[in-house]
Protein backbone atom coordinates (compact mmCIF):
# COMPACT_ATOMS: atom_id res chain seq x y z
CA UNK A 1 0.00 0.00 0.00
CA UNK A 2 2.78 2.54 0.93
CA UNK A 3 4.50 1.81 -2.74
CA UNK A 4 1.27 2.53 -4.02
CA UNK A 5 0.41 5.52 -2.41
CA UNK A 6 4.13 6.84 -3.20
CA UNK A 7 4.02 5.93 -7.06
CA UNK A 8 0.61 7.17 -7.17
CA UNK A 9 1.79 10.52 -5.78
CA UNK A 10 5.04 10.81 -8.12
CA UNK A 11 3.21 10.32 -11.23
CA UNK A 12 1.02 12.64 -10.87
CA UNK A 13 3.79 15.21 -9.77
CA UNK A 14 5.53 14.04 -13.33
CA UNK A 15 2.33 14.87 -14.49
CA UNK A 16 1.92 18.08 -13.35
CA UNK A 17 5.58 18.87 -13.70
CA UNK A 18 5.00 18.14 -16.78
CA UNK A 19 2.06 20.12 -17.82
CA UNK A 20 3.78 23.32 -15.81
CA UNK A 21 6.55 23.31 -18.13
CA UNK A 22 5.53 22.47 -21.77
CA UNK A 23 1.90 24.02 -20.90
CA UNK A 24 1.61 27.00 -18.72
CA UNK A 25 5.21 27.31 -19.37
CA UNK A 26 5.06 28.01 -22.91
CA UNK A 27 2.16 29.99 -22.85
CA UNK A 28 3.16 32.41 -20.56
CA UNK A 29 6.60 33.05 -22.52
CA UNK A 30 4.68 33.74 -26.52
CA UNK A 31 2.57 36.03 -23.80
CA UNK A 32 5.78 37.71 -23.04
CA UNK A 33 6.95 37.95 -25.95
CA UNK A 34 3.89 39.48 -27.43
CA UNK A 35 4.28 42.03 -24.45
CA UNK A 36 7.51 42.83 -25.54
CA UNK A 37 6.67 43.66 -28.96
CA UNK A 38 4.04 45.64 -27.67
CA UNK A 39 6.61 47.83 -25.28
CA UNK A 40 8.93 48.47 -27.83
CA UNK A 41 6.02 49.43 -30.32
CA UNK A 42 5.24 52.18 -27.52
CA UNK A 43 8.20 53.05 -27.08
CA UNK A 44 9.27 53.53 -30.49
CA UNK A 45 6.11 56.37 -30.41
CA UNK A 46 6.79 57.71 -27.47
CA UNK A 47 4.02 56.86 -25.60
CA UNK A 48 3.67 57.56 -21.74
CA UNK A 49 2.01 53.95 -21.49
CA UNK A 50 5.95 52.07 -22.60
CA UNK A 51 6.82 52.08 -19.07
CA UNK A 52 3.80 50.26 -18.00
CA UNK A 53 4.57 47.80 -21.05
CA UNK A 54 7.54 46.80 -19.92
CA UNK A 55 6.95 46.35 -16.08
CA UNK A 56 4.22 44.06 -18.07
CA UNK A 57 7.28 42.22 -19.65
CA UNK A 58 8.86 41.91 -16.32
CA UNK A 59 6.18 39.95 -14.94
CA UNK A 60 5.39 37.67 -16.99
CA UNK A 61 9.03 36.90 -17.63
CA UNK A 62 9.35 36.58 -13.53
CA UNK A 63 5.97 34.37 -13.58
CA UNK A 64 7.74 32.17 -16.41
CA UNK A 65 10.88 31.60 -14.18
CA UNK A 66 8.09 30.86 -11.17
CA UNK A 67 6.56 28.66 -13.01
CA UNK A 68 9.90 26.65 -14.40
CA UNK A 69 11.11 26.43 -11.38
CA UNK A 70 7.84 24.96 -9.56
CA UNK A 71 8.01 22.09 -12.84
CA UNK A 72 11.49 21.58 -11.81
CA UNK A 73 10.68 21.24 -8.07
CA UNK A 74 8.24 18.38 -9.20
CA UNK A 75 10.57 16.48 -11.81
CA UNK A 76 14.03 17.79 -9.74
CA UNK A 77 16.38 14.73 -10.98
CA UNK A 78 17.44 14.52 -14.82
CA UNK A 79 18.12 11.46 -17.03
CA UNK A 80 21.90 11.77 -16.94
CA UNK A 81 24.14 9.64 -13.93
CA UNK A 82 25.86 13.30 -13.02
CA UNK A 83 21.58 14.45 -12.37
CA UNK A 84 21.85 14.05 -8.46
CA UNK A 85 24.55 15.97 -7.75
CA UNK A 86 23.33 18.71 -10.28
CA UNK A 87 19.78 18.47 -8.47
CA UNK A 88 21.53 18.74 -5.33
CA UNK A 89 23.66 21.47 -6.09
CA UNK A 90 20.69 23.12 -6.99
CA UNK A 91 18.51 22.74 -3.85
CA UNK A 92 21.16 24.26 -1.24
CA UNK A 93 21.15 27.13 -3.80
CA UNK A 94 17.50 27.45 -4.04
CA UNK A 95 17.47 27.02 0.00
CA UNK A 96 19.95 29.34 0.53
CA UNK A 97 18.21 32.18 -1.69
CA UNK A 98 14.90 31.31 -0.30
CA UNK A 99 15.30 31.02 3.50
CA UNK A 100 18.29 33.67 3.46
CA UNK A 101 20.73 30.69 5.50
CA UNK A 102 23.95 29.26 4.22
CA UNK A 103 23.32 25.83 2.35
CA UNK A 104 26.78 24.50 1.07
CA UNK A 105 26.34 20.93 -1.67
CA UNK A 106 29.92 19.57 -0.75
CA UNK A 107 31.03 17.16 -3.43
CA UNK A 108 35.26 16.76 -3.32
CA UNK A 109 34.84 14.11 -6.44
CA UNK A 110 32.31 13.41 -9.17
CA UNK A 111 29.87 10.71 -8.02
CA UNK A 112 27.71 9.26 -11.11
CA UNK A 113 24.67 7.17 -10.62
CA UNK A 114 23.17 5.35 -13.52
CA UNK A 115 19.79 4.59 -11.62
CA UNK A 116 17.48 7.01 -11.69
CA UNK A 117 15.65 4.96 -9.66
CA UNK A 118 18.23 5.18 -6.49
CA UNK A 119 18.91 9.08 -8.02
CA UNK A 120 15.47 10.00 -7.50
CA UNK A 121 14.67 8.42 -3.57
CA UNK A 122 18.07 9.53 -2.69
CA UNK A 123 16.61 13.43 -3.64
CA UNK A 124 14.06 12.60 -2.45
CA UNK A 125 15.46 12.29 1.05
CA UNK A 126 17.64 15.24 0.95
CA UNK A 127 14.64 17.23 0.32
CA UNK A 128 13.10 15.91 3.10
CA UNK A 129 15.83 16.12 5.50
CA UNK A 130 16.29 19.82 4.38
CA UNK A 131 12.81 20.36 4.80
CA UNK A 132 12.75 19.25 8.15
CA UNK A 133 16.23 20.94 9.31
CA UNK A 134 14.46 24.04 8.40
CA UNK A 135 10.56 23.45 10.00
CA UNK A 136 12.09 21.98 13.32
CA UNK A 137 15.95 22.32 14.17
CA UNK A 138 16.04 26.49 12.84
CA UNK A 139 19.63 26.27 11.55
CA UNK A 140 21.76 29.20 10.62
CA UNK A 141 24.10 26.18 8.28
CA UNK A 142 23.11 22.79 6.21
CA UNK A 143 25.38 20.68 4.49
CA UNK A 144 24.41 18.29 1.45
CA UNK A 145 27.10 16.23 1.18
CA UNK A 146 27.80 13.25 -1.21
CA UNK A 147 30.52 10.95 -1.36
CA UNK A 148 32.29 7.89 -2.41
CA UNK A 149 33.18 5.63 0.70
CA UNK A 150 35.78 2.64 -0.27
CA UNK A 151 33.70 -0.57 1.68
CA UNK A 152 36.39 -2.63 3.81
CA UNK A 153 38.77 -4.63 1.38
CA UNK A 154 38.83 -2.28 -0.74
CA UNK A 155 37.09 -3.73 -3.39
CA UNK A 156 33.47 -1.71 -3.73
CA UNK A 157 32.15 1.40 -2.35
CA UNK A 158 29.30 2.98 -1.04
CA UNK A 159 27.62 5.69 -1.78
CA UNK A 160 26.61 8.26 1.15
CA UNK A 161 24.50 11.28 1.19
CA UNK A 162 24.47 13.37 4.62
CA UNK A 163 22.42 16.10 5.27
CA UNK A 164 23.85 18.10 8.84
CA UNK A 165 23.24 21.25 10.34
CA UNK A 166 24.24 23.23 13.14
CA UNK A 167 20.32 23.27 14.74
CA UNK A 168 18.28 20.54 16.60
CA UNK A 169 16.98 17.67 14.42
CA UNK A 170 13.11 17.01 15.80
CA UNK A 171 14.72 14.57 18.42
CA UNK A 172 11.26 13.82 19.56
CA UNK A 173 9.94 12.63 16.33
CA UNK A 174 13.37 10.41 15.73
CA UNK A 175 13.01 8.91 19.14
CA UNK A 176 9.15 7.93 18.83
CA UNK A 177 10.14 6.64 15.09
CA UNK A 178 6.82 8.85 14.35
CA UNK A 179 6.36 11.59 11.49
CA UNK A 180 5.40 10.89 8.09
CA UNK A 181 8.65 12.88 6.46
CA UNK A 182 10.62 10.14 8.97
CA UNK A 183 8.61 7.29 7.78
CA UNK A 184 8.90 8.43 3.96
CA UNK A 185 12.68 8.50 4.34
CA UNK A 186 12.83 5.45 5.88
CA UNK A 187 10.78 3.86 3.73
CA UNK A 188 12.24 5.21 0.30
CA UNK A 189 15.77 4.30 1.36
CA UNK A 190 14.19 0.24 2.02
CA UNK A 191 13.20 0.42 -1.21
CA UNK A 192 16.74 1.27 -2.73
CA UNK A 193 18.73 -1.56 -0.16
CA UNK A 194 19.76 1.78 1.63
CA UNK A 195 21.04 2.55 5.18
CA UNK A 196 19.58 5.31 6.90
CA UNK A 197 20.88 6.86 9.93
CA UNK A 198 20.31 9.76 12.49
CA UNK A 199 22.15 11.57 14.23
CA UNK A 200 20.37 13.75 17.14
CA UNK A 201 22.84 13.84 20.27
CA UNK A 202 26.18 15.79 18.52
CA UNK A 203 26.27 18.35 16.27
CA UNK A 204 25.93 18.92 13.74
CA UNK A 205 22.96 16.83 13.90
CA UNK A 206 21.65 15.19 10.37
CA UNK A 207 20.84 12.25 8.14
CA UNK A 208 23.06 9.92 6.46
CA UNK A 209 22.21 7.46 3.89
CA UNK A 210 24.44 4.61 2.47
CA UNK A 211 23.65 2.85 -0.72
CA UNK A 212 25.94 0.45 -2.46
CA UNK A 213 27.89 1.49 -5.07
CA UNK A 214 26.98 -1.03 -7.73
CA UNK A 215 23.13 -1.04 -6.92
CA UNK A 216 23.58 2.34 -7.99
CA UNK A 217 24.69 1.70 -11.21
CA UNK A 218 21.96 -1.44 -11.61
CA UNK A 219 18.73 -1.19 -9.44
CA UNK A 220 15.85 -0.61 -11.65
CA UNK A 221 11.75 0.02 -10.54
CA UNK A 222 10.92 -2.83 -9.42
CA UNK A 223 7.75 -3.59 -11.72
CA UNK A 224 3.89 -3.44 -10.11
CA UNK A 225 2.95 -2.39 -6.67
CA UNK A 226 3.55 -5.80 -4.98
CA UNK A 227 4.94 -6.40 -1.51
CA UNK A 228 8.65 -5.55 -0.77
CA UNK A 229 11.04 -9.17 -1.05
Not at 157 to 163: E, Q
Request: charged share 25%.
Amino acid sequence: MQRSILKATEREQERIGQELHDGLGQHLTGIAFLAKALARKLADKGAAEASDAEKLVQLINRSVSMTRNLAHGLRPVGDEDNALMSALRQMAIDVADLFKIECRFINDEPVHIVSQYVSHHLFRIAQEAVNNAIKHGHPNRIDIELELKPRRGGKHSNIVLTISNDGALFASDVDNNSGMGLAGMRYRAQLIGAKIAFRKLQRPVGVSVTVDERKAQTLEEPPGDGELE
